[in-house]
């Protein structure tokens, strides 16, 4: 199907199953320094904090980048004098889960990064026009949770493709969001008809499932308990 070096992972299948959405961690090279010898000897490792996420065309074998940056360290050695800790490695983006968006209306996928932020955010992006939805001033990503301080940890989509449930790490706390929305028939525009917290007991909540009628989800808390919310 592909042969790439590196550690990647699957994501999600279209719904015409000709495309693979996939991640790759990427790989950098640090020296490391032997005095005597006067030599630097590179390790290669992949890194947790960054990585990307490619479309792949079952079909045609093409590879196709998501948001591709120039100039970021997507791929190679990086190298410097002075190994730091606190090295500011520039441009890095983390990508958490994604999926393809469902509907013929729909162009594009869903993911969590935290381009831009210090918190890994629930980001559409249009693939036809190779931008983020709904479109946002002043060059940075969009984001369907500016407004929420946290990590999206996780987050499922239903069957009908209209409604996303996605779960935020807030201080130790798990919440739960459905959040409903439309893709325009043009594809090039998202709306967001609301977004609402859902109660669930505290604790730390993981394992998001919506019904095949979209209208409830099941989630896994940390206890042996499975609740099911309407």
Known sequence: MLSEGGLWTIQDWSEDDKLLLVKKYVRYSFPSFRLSAIRIIYSSLSSVNESTIYVLNLETKALT????KEGTLAEGIISFFVPCADHDLAGQISYGGGCFAKG???QGVFFTSDEGSEFQHLRYYD??????????EGGVPAS???D??????????????????FITNEDGISKLYALDFEVSNEGAALHVKR???????????????FHPDGKQIGVSLNTPQVHILR
């Open 65 to 68: 980048q998501i948001n591709p």
């Open 104 to 106: 013929t209306n729909s």
């Open 127 to 136: 693939l036809a026009h190779k931008a983020f939805l709904p479109h946002k």
């Open 144 to 146: 369907l949770t500016d």
């Open 148 to 165: 929420i301080p946290w990590d999206v940890d996780t987050f499922t989509m239903s069957d009908q493709g209209d409604r996303i449930a």
């Open 195 to 209: 977004r609402d917290e859902v109660k669930i007991p505290m604790g730390q909540a993981y394992n998001l499932r």
